[in-house]
């Protein structure tokens, strides 16, 4: 009986994979099943690979993928060569059987060393290269299934039926796919029909063809396989399901939490929640969202300061090389004590570097960017209910303690789709500070917290210039240290008040701690209920104010403390020693941009336990 | 009797620095304008123009170097009911804030952006700014700056401020004017104020200014189109024209442009809307699934 399923749909950056996978997760959730999926995509707009690594289940909502796949989906020739590595023994293959005598060195967009890896296993393997070749000895090494499909021919077919141009057919590929992936699943035809609706809304003709078309395949699957990949299980237990990636669920964190201004200058991977953001800007009894293109990111994070400063919620949303060029306006919001939220998406760096891969490398960049000291909050999100109560919670910190909050999350939550329980919104609590109600108004008077009152309400200065209580420039050395000290205090303050900023997973006196932060999660999570070793997880969800107490006591007595994060050398480590003197001395690392896979994760950390201090994953293409 | 602007502030400025002129004429203009203080934020960049704010007694927000216009874009698109005029130096606005100042006449946000330009970098000893022209050496320099001057007023037209003049610090009635016909203004205005720069730029000097001013005379700002007001604009070696060269009251706002796609945006401005109730969001559960339908999905029954 199977409750779970791994699987990768892959083909062509823009030919319609992404339709495939929005139809499809609408089908496994409306059917009962949590979903969980990795978007892997080049920087590009046509034409380079691009897939869907997916995890169903019929029990539970997944909370990390495996690298081993039951069945491997292909739009193209490429997406066959890229993964059937990954297919395991005795799984499912479904490709366009047209494309049969394909070989790699026709495929212009296969990287080179992907093309030489593969002219070694082919020369391994003893086979020509063609596709038929490999699906041949796929099938007798690794007994693999075969739904072989001539795609060209069944688009012919429905070109016919609906008398259509030959390039409106073949639009359609995705839905070839779809209708395989349902026959082999055994969906029910309705559940995909209510995808494809949801998908096509007010596209009636189109949603009808391409319902045509799924059934067709289906039909023809089923007919050939039957449903052998049918997910036997309970279903899990909510009625009604939000189907979210990252940045849609901190979008929604936003606008819940009175968000009326967000600034953004395009970049990968946050631009797609400022989009959503967008389409939710009006509410149905009145009011609005400002989401605001700027020219750049200095303009963003500026202008959001501005904004600020009327008392808007305001917040602003980028990736690293985005808040580079934040960093000055995030030093002035600082010392002018303004609130505002950062939401920072990390991906791969230095510089450009995988733009659209993940990483948590930034972590460094978020604590100590910036010339001079003041006191922020770094919050940290690891799943996509972490996002949406952060994204709410940073608002209440910044204008409770009147300064900027770095909400810091990844590639790999951005772009995670994920299906959740709805948040409770009855829990959404929002803490606007103290606020100005008297006479005589100073901006700065008093504290550390001073009483806020908003441009527009009563006259105040700002300015980046160290300032004495009304906000004019003073470079007084007593007012600078009054000043200075008002400032920083309001982190001991917060360090007081602000909980929950680790939680701890597993068996209080486990022998071995991980130590790790957002995307992370439910990977380890997974990863330490399937080994029968002593765990433990340390997960932080707030690197500023440090939670020393809790980090310290969690890490002592311990065999070992591993930790576990997206890049060269954990930073969570450097934290963790400078907070605390605490040397972590063993690492799992992903640099790749991958993510983190269930099952090279535990190798890792047997190795780990074995004597390795250092490992390094790379699986994933 | 009339409101006084000043604040009690010691004004820092060199003794005989063209700011005096133009801080001057905005008392006077905010005076005959009689602006709410609260209600008028007054948004400044880095560098000695940076420093207004603090000498007006209306809100003032002294920023970043570049950065006086995206702040004050985020400030009066929050709260377009907030009178928001801009203060920035030449290199503030037309070097390190170029990108801004161009974004500003695109958006036509109605915001007045006054440019102290006295070409040259003061506060941090004269070197030279986007206006000084090549070839000058003024005594700060060790050689003749060897970069063109940007044209502020052709800037200003082609990026679209759809009210552009200029004005001289010295000349009080004119600028007091010229700052009150722009804060008039429903849309992006633009000021260019020529200035001395008594410690720093020996060469462009008030009586190198005074030999050169042409005030404008029968010229029609609102019946030119940009290019006309581009040319007429043009600082010659003879010949300085003052006035206001470009006016146009038919391009839409931005505030115009973004109710017409959040039509209760004038009505509902950002910074007064209702955002929480008793410590809550006023996003109920309701409200949340009906705002966010198209991510739900129903399990089959």
């Known amino acids: 009986m199977t409750e779970k399923l791994n699987m990768i749909l892959g083909g062509a950056q823009g030919s319609g994979l992404e339709t495939t996978i929005q139809i499809l997760s609408s089908a496994f959730a409306s059917s009962g099943n949590g979903f969980l999926a990795d978007r892997e995509y080049y920087s590009n707009i046509k034409g380079r690979h691009s897939y869907a690594h997916a995890k169903v289940s019929s029990v539970e909502i997944p909370r990390s993928i495996d690298s081993e796949i039951d069945l491997l989906g292909c739009m193209d020739a490429e997406t066959l060569f890229t993964h059937f590595q990954d297919i395991v023994k005795g799984g499912y293959l479904i490709y366009d059987a047209s494309t049969g005598e394909k070989k790699q060195d026709s495929i212009k967009s296969i990287e080179d060393p992907l093309r030489k890896r593969l002219e070694e296993s082919f020369e391994e393997m ?69 995808g494809i609706e949801r998908k096509f809304e007010g596209k009636e003709k189109i949603a009808e063809q391409n319902m045509f078309l799924v059934k067709k395949v289906s039909e023809m699957v089923e007919d050939e396989h039957g449903s052998p990949l049918k997910l036997e299980g ?13 940045n849609e669920i901190t979008g929604m964190g ?166 959740i329980p709805l948040p409770d919104i009855s829990k959404v609590k929002i803490d606007r500070g103290e606020l100005f109600d008297g006479e005589d108004y100073k901006r700065f008077k008093d504290g ?51 909980d929950d900023r680790v939680i701890y997973f597993g068996p209080e006196d486990a022998e071995y701690l991980i130590v790790g932060w957002g995307s992370v999660k439910g990977v380890i999570l997974d990863a330490m209920e399937d080994m029968d070793k002593d765990f433990g997880y340390l997960h932080f969800r707030c690197f500023s104010p440090f939670p020393f107490e809790e980090v310290s006591s969690y890490l002592e007595g311990r065999e070992k403390v591993i930790a576990v994060e997206h890049s060269y050398s954990p930073r969570v480590s450097e934290v963790v020693s400078l907070n605390t003197g605490y040397q972590i001395e063993n690492e799992v690392v992903k640099f790749t941009g991958r993510p983190i896979y269930r099952d090279e994760l535990i190798d890792s950390l047997g190795n780990i336990i074995e004597g390795s201090n250092r490992e390094v994953l790379k699986h994933g293409p | 009797m009339a409101r006084e602007y000043g604040t009690n502030n010691w004004i820092d400025w060199c003794p005989g620095c063209g700011d005096f002129g133009i801080v001057s004429s905005v008392y006077r203009a905010f005076s005959e304008l009689e602006l709410e203080p609260k209600r008028t934020v007054v948004v400044s960049g880095i560098g000695c123009s940076g420093k207004m704010p603090h000498f007006i007694d209306v809100s003032g927000v002294h920023t970043l170097h570049g950065r006086a216009i995206p702040f004050a874009t985020g400030i009066k698109m929050a709260n377009p009911e907030l009178e928001v005029i801009v203060n920035g130096g030449d290199g503030d606005l037309l070097g390190i804030g170029a990108g801004h100042f161009i974004a500003l006449g695109r958006r036509n946000l109605d915001v007045l952006v006054m440019m102290h330009d006295n070409r040259v970098y003061g506060l941090t000893k004269g070197q030279a700014a986007p206006t000084l022209p090549r070839s000058t050496k003024t005594k700060a320099l060790n050689t003749p700056s060897i970069q063109d001057a940007v044209e502020p007023l052709a800037l200003a037209l082609v990026s679209g401020y759809t009210h552009v003049a200029r004005s001289f610090a010295m000349d009080s009635d004119h600028l007091k004017e010229a700052i009150k016909e722009g804060m008039e203004h429903e849309g992006a205005a633009f000021l260019n104020i020529l200035q001395p720069c008594v410690t720093y730029n020996d060469i462009h000097t008030s009586d190198y200014f005074n030999e050169r001013i042409e005030k404008l005379d029968d010229w029609d700002a609102e019946g030119v189109d940009p290019t006309e007001a581009i040319n007429r604009s043009k600082i010659l070696e003879e010949e300085i024209p003052l ?54 999905i129903e399990k089959k029954k």
């Open chain 2, 243 to 296: 006035g206001l060269f470009y006016k146009d009251t038919e391009t839409p706002s931005f505030e115009e442009r973004i109710s017409g796609q959040l039509p209760d945006y004038l009505e509902k401005v950002p910074a007064e809307q209702k955002i929480e109730e008793n410590g809550k969001t006023i996003l109920d559960q309701q409200a949340f699934k009906s705002k966010f339908r198209g991510n739900i």
């Open chain 1, 234 to 246: 309970s279903g899990i237990d909510e009625d009604q399901l939000l189907m979210v990636n990252g």
């Open chain 1, 448 to 498: 550390p917290i001073s009483e806020r009152a908003f441009l527009g309400s009563e006259v105040m200065w700002y300015t980046g210039s160290e300032h004495d209580a009304e906000g004019n420039v003073s470079e007084d050395p007593e007012n600078r240290i009054k000043m200075h000290e008002k400032r920083m205090d309001k982190l001991k303050i917060a360090d007081e008040e602000i």
């Open chain 1, 126 to 194: 003893g086979i020509e290269g063609t596709v038929s070749s490999l699906v041949e000895y796929l099938k007798e090494e690794k007994d693999v299934e075969v739904i072989e499909l001539d795609y060209p021919s069944i688009l012919e077919d429905i070109q016919k039926e609906f008398d259509i141009s030959s390039s409106q057919a073949s639009r359609y590929v995705s839905s070839i796919l779809i209708g395989a992936v349902s026959g082999l699943m055994g969906l029910e035809k309705d559940e995909v029909k209510k």
């Open chain 1, 254 to 419: 936003k606008i819940a939490a009175g968000m009326r201004f967000q600034s953004y200058y395009p970049i990968t991977p946050a631009a797609d929640e400022s989009f959503f953001i967008e389409q939710h800007a009006s509410f149905d009894d009145g009011g609005n969202i400002l989401v605001f293109q700027t020219e750049d990111e200095l303009a963003a994070i500026t202008s959001c300061i501005g904004s600020a400063l009327t008392g808007t919620r305001s917040a602003t949303a980028t990736s690293g090389p985005g808040f580079a060029l934040m960093v000055e306006g995030l030093g002035w919001a600082g010392i002018n004590e303004v609130p505002i939220v950062i939401t920072y998406y990390q991906r791969g760096g230095p510089s450009t570097g995988q733009p659209t891969r993940g990483s948590q490398d930034d972590l460094m960049n978020a604590l100590y960017s910036s010339h001079g000291n003041f006191p922020r909050i770094v919050l940290v999100s690891g799943d996509h209910e972490e996002a949406f109560n952060d994204a709410v919670k940073a608002f209440n910190l910044a204008e409770k303690y009147q300064t900027p909050v770095i909400h810091l999350m990844d590639k790999f939550v951005a772009n995670f789709v994920k299906t």
